[in-house]
């Protein structure tokens, strides 16, 4: 088994989940990196792989509870010990709430809350034995709000900041850190830049979040020393309102 300690990604997207993924491998983490299809991830290996680093990719549908528990079984027994999980798996749609049919909102909340859940569970599984570990579930805006239009979003959401307040209080005095980013604000990415060109527009003012700079805050939270543990923080640009 290797030596290393394990940071494993669900959603290793291109932005965010990716560059959080880039982070770890640079502090010397074999990542373990999921979307939905394996073939996706295929630039983010590659590039840390590049760069010196080592990513292992898995296809996986992070709602399938037999899929996550394969998946946390297998990390453990072929690559080492899960010292790190970050949830990031995004489910952001928006319907009117007479629009929002029940295949829509099942959805979300399978994607945000569900698949937090079994993360969470088989996280935790994983790390209570040796009573040391970081998990990470990435919020949003709508964590703290509705919004027109964001119902089924906002519900799954809300969902999963319970989750990790309540695993952030049974799990933080057996030595497992539990922490809520909330996201809250446009992000530098490709959905953005081309639906939302007027707020893509700030990047060159930093007024739109740079997934790097997410990633490092990721990062910083891993390695808070136990007795300045945060469990919830927010970033947002000078740009956004709140």
């Known amino acids: 088994m290797s030596r290393q300690p394990v940071a494993v990604v669900i959603g290793a997207g291109d ?3 990716g560059a959080i993924a880039k982070r770890f491998a640079r502090e010397g983490f074999a ?3 999921t979307r939905r299809q394996v073939d996706a991830l295929s630039p983010l290996v590659d590039e840390i792989a590049a760069a010196g ?10 709602r399938s509870e037999e899929q996550m528990t394969a998946l946390f079984a297998q990390i453990e027994q072929e690559i080492g010990d899960i010292e790190v999980v970050v949830f990031n798996i995004g489910a952001n749609v928006r319907f009117s709430i007479t629009e929002t049919t029940e295949r829509v909102y099942r959805k979300v909340w399978e994607m945000a ?3 937090g859940f079994l993360t969470g569970r088989e996280a935790a599984k994983a ?3 040796r009573q040391r570990g970081t998990i990470i579930f990435t919020g949003a805006t709508a964590s703290l709000r509705g919004g027109v239009g964001f119902a089924a979003f906002a519900s799954a959401k809300f969902a999963l900041r319970a989750l990790a307040q309540s ?3 049974e799990l933080g005095p057996k030595g497992i850190h539990v922490a809520h980013p ?3 604000g446009a992000i530098d990415t490709a959905f953005i830049r081309d639906n939302f060109p007027e707020r893509y527009a700030l990047k060159d003012q930093d007024g739109i979040l740079n997934p790097d700079h997410i990633a490092e805050q990721y990062w910083q939270l891993h390695r808070q020393p136990r007795d300045s543990w945060t469990h ?5 640009p000078w740009a956004e309102t709140f």
């Open 15 to 17: 932005a965010t989940g």
């Open 31 to 33: 990542l373990c990196v």
């Open 53 to 62: 680093g080592i990513a292992h990719p898995f296809g996986c549908d992070a």
């Open 113 to 115: 809350a569900l698949a």
């Open 127 to 129: 790390m209570l034995p």
């Open 167 to 169: 695993m952030a209080r």
């Open 182 to 184: 909330i996201i809250d």
């Open 232 to 236: 919830e923080l927010d970033l947002r």
